[in-house]
């Protein structure tokens, strides 16, 4: 079953219909942190799945297949660590606005799921962190968005305040999408924001210290000093009609991505976590238990395929910034 790139470099998570994104961000006056929410079309299904070892989330329980919840209004992805998350009652907020949500007596709640970076102080000041407004401005920025419509990357969002390679190289946020022949498109959002960095050659090091990690000299990260907290975040998307328990699996597979890309990977000090979004447009063939399992492998190695170039477009589309806490150079060559 071939593959194709989708549109501009290697294509947009925006690519699969209905999916809208929407950033806040500020990157002056101690600020270098921001949001992104990732707004899909009614009825979309989704589930998540959770590898690093310092992970920061919201909601996340809701989405496994054994409870009752099988859709999700919007997901989060936010910097400012656990304090971050408040943004997802503004997210919650609008959505509730716009009749978005798991239908109630009175009213609705909206299912917003989120996951969290470590940024904090980036810019200088530590308690500089997205809040509930801005949670709220994302979303209506991605409901005004039109069809299709372009995504912006590297150092806006969530990806303001992300770095890589223990805080050497800036991170940001990067897209890119697939077309399966069988007319399913696979997109993906990353925010990347690793201990590691790109690479798959071996990382040398000695018992305590991360010589390999490209480790600063600068008095956050003195030699004795313990890893960095980071998190790549990444959102999957296909138009693919999925159940829960299938968007489980996709985002599990998704990972091997990650993997690829960034070596080391899903450490104890990564909060790695990847969310699938199913919009349920194109139907998977299923007419024997064999199509069915060609299927949903075919999906998921694209999964795992797109979600390796997200982040090396996040990486590569990040500018240098310097702000009072450090410098943080631009990654070199274009990995794209």
Not at 36 to 41: A, D, E, R, S, Y
Request: hydrophobic share 40%.
């Amino acid at each position: 079953m071939g593959v194709s790139s989708g549109a501009g470099p290697q294509g947009k998570i925006t690519d699969v219909p209905g999916m809208r994104v929407g950033h806040q961000q500020k990157s002056d006056g101690g600020w270098l942190s921001g949001m992104t929410v990732v707004l899909p079309p009614a009825g979309t299904v989704g589930s998540v799945d959770v590898r690093g070892g310092g992970p920061g989330t919201h909601e996340t329980d809701a989405l496994d297949p054994t409870t009752l919840v099988r859709t999700v209004d919007a997901v989060v992805l936010t910097g400012g660590s656990a304090y971050g998350l408040v943004t997802a009652h503004g997210v919650q907020r609008w959505c509730e606005q716009q009749g978005r949500g798991f239908a109630v007596a009175g009213g609705v709640v909206p299912i917003v799921p989120a996951a969290a970076i470590f940024d904090l102080g980036r810019g200088g000041d530590f308690s500089a962190r997205p809040y509930e407004a801005m949670g709220y401005a994302a979303a209506a920025a991605a409901g005004a968005q039109t069809e299709g419509h372009d995504v912006e990357r590297g150092n806006v969002g969530a990806g303001t305040g992300a770095v890589i390679g223990r805080g050497k190289y800036k991170g940001g946020v990067g897209t890119a999408s697939v077309f399966l022949e069988n007319g399913v498109v696979v997109g993906a959002l990353a925010v990347v924001n690793a201990l590691g960095q790109p690479g798959v050659e071996p990382v040398e090091t000695k018992a305590g210290d991360f010589d390999g990690l490209n480790q600063r000299d600068d008095k956050l990260n003195q030699r004795d000093a313990p890893p960095a907290l980071n998190t790549t975040l990444v959102v999957v998307a296909t138009n693919a009609v999925l159940d829960v328990a299938e968007c489980k699996r996709t985002a599990s597979a998704a990972h091997a991505g990650l993997a690829r890309a960034l070596n080391p990977s899903h450490t104890l000090a990564d909060g790695d976590t990847v969310f699938c979004l199913a919009t349920g447009g194109q139907e998977l063939d299923r007419s024997t238990e064999a199509a069915r399992q060609i299927s949903l492998i075919t999906l998921q190695s694209a999964a795992a395929d797109v979600v390796r170039l997200a982040i090396l477009d996040g990486i590569s589309s990040a500018q240098a910034v310097t702000t009072p806490a450090g410098e943080f150079g631009a990654y070199p060559g274009d990995l794209r």
